[in-house]
């Protein structure tokens, strides 16, 4: 099964917001509601940001917010701060057989 | 706080068998799945398989023919064996925790470099 679908790239300045969008299909992102979102600074190991699809873990700054619609999910981060810049991974439960897939990764930059 | 220390060989030729190890400190090690995932170098997470202490096993199709995960309760340590290892197998391989029942990798390790060369 094929990675989940992510841009390559966003950007935009201190204070804006950007969308990172996850793309899978009806047996992925379509089929639960146990889309999760990592961050990962170069490095380091990559940290749990959302899970569940729109739920923030305990110390996770409520400026990252995460939906759902349809077989795309959506990671939207909002009042970009620096320390923001990182690369973004979404993943998905895919059922009994797959279990687990992720996306290719989306690298933020703030400008 | 759950700590994750890992560590195996990092140079293998094609056709060895991959091995690492992880220790679980400062957790209690049921209630958990403890997942391998990996990364080649500057590309994404690829999800490899899981284990919870019972031993009950999930593995990414992909890799199924050749991955073994297995546990050590006792010790408090999961294993990691990939078969047959090619150039396209380099990569960090990170140990990491969720919770049962939950769809979220919470704990990883520090990731160990395995790079696959002749």
């Known amino acids: 099964q094929s990675a989940l679908t992510q841009p390559r790239s966003v950007s935009g300045s201190p204070g804006q917001s950007v969308t990172i969008s996850c793309t899978g299909s009806s047996s992925d992102v379509g089929g639960y509601d146990f889309v999760s979102w990592y961050q990962q600074h170069p490095g380091k190991a990559p940290k749990v940001m959302i899970y569940d699809v729109d739920k923030r873990p305990s110390g996770v700054p409520d400026r990252f917010s995460g939906s759902k619609s349809g077989n795309t999910a959506s990671l939207t981060i909002s009042g970009l701060e620096a320390e923001d810049e990182a690369d973004y991974y979404c993943?998905?439960?895919?059922?009994?057989?797959?279990?687990?897939?992720f996306g290719g990764g989306t690298k933020v930059t703030v400008l | 706080q759950v700590q994750l220390q890992q560590w195996g060989a990092g140079l293998l030729k094609p056709s060895e068998t991959l091995s690492l190890t992880c220790a679980v400190y400062d957790a209690s090690f049921n209630g958990y799945f403890w997942n391998w995932i990996r990364q080649p170098p500057g590309k994404g997470l690829e999800w490899i398989g899981e284990i919870n202490d019972s031993g009950s096993t999930n593995y990414n199709p992909s890799l199924k023919s050749r991955v073994t995960i297995s546990v050590d309760t006792s010790k408090k340590h999961v294993s990691l064996k990939l078969s047959s290892v090619t150039a396209a197998d380099t990569a960090v391989y990170y140990c990491?925790?969720?919770?049962?029942?939950?769809?979220?990798?919470?704990?990883w390790g520090q990731g160990t470099l395995v790079t696959i060369s002749s």
């Open positions: 990491a925790g969720r919770i049962v029942g939950v769809q979220r990798v919470d704990h």
């Open positions: 993943c998905s439960y895919a059922g009994r057989y797959t279990f687990r897939i």
